[in-house]
């Protein structure tokens, strides 16, 4: 599975991941480690909407507050790629573009392979 992540606190440009059963996350401070996991943590709500302030797991404000700064953007995007690992014939990619209070401007899902 790859994730990718645009205007998400320090993730000002495009910025991808892949995720795997184990997945370690190094790097030196204010790199986006800490970032990155409390996207998956907004995620895991669902993606059809970012649902801040909903508890105290991630500890995000606002939209507006978690925006990368010097982007100048009020969006923040997020792709992926999941393949299926076992059978290696089925693929689904997305891209979900949010806007302000976390909603989906527009978003697609395709299937590869």
């Not at 891209?95 to 395709?110: C, E, L, P, W």
């Amino acid at each position: 599975m790859k994730i990718g992540i645009k205007n998400f606190r320090i993730f000002d440009k495009e910025t991808n991941f892949e995720i795997r059963p184990l997945t370690i996350l190094v790097g030196p401070n204010n790199s986006g480690k800490s970032s990155f996991t409390k996207f998956l943590m907004l995620l895991k709500n669902g993606y059809d909407y970012l649902e801040f302030n909903i508890n105290d797991d991630h500890n995000l404000s606002s939209y507006d507050k978690e925006l990368n700064r010097d982007s100048g953007s009020d969006e923040l995007k997020l792709n992926f790629s999941i393949t299926d690992e076992k059978l290696l014939s089925k693929q689904v990619d997305g891209s979900i573009t949010y806007i302000r209070g976390g909603k989906i401007k527009n978003g697609f899902f395709y299937n590869s392979l």
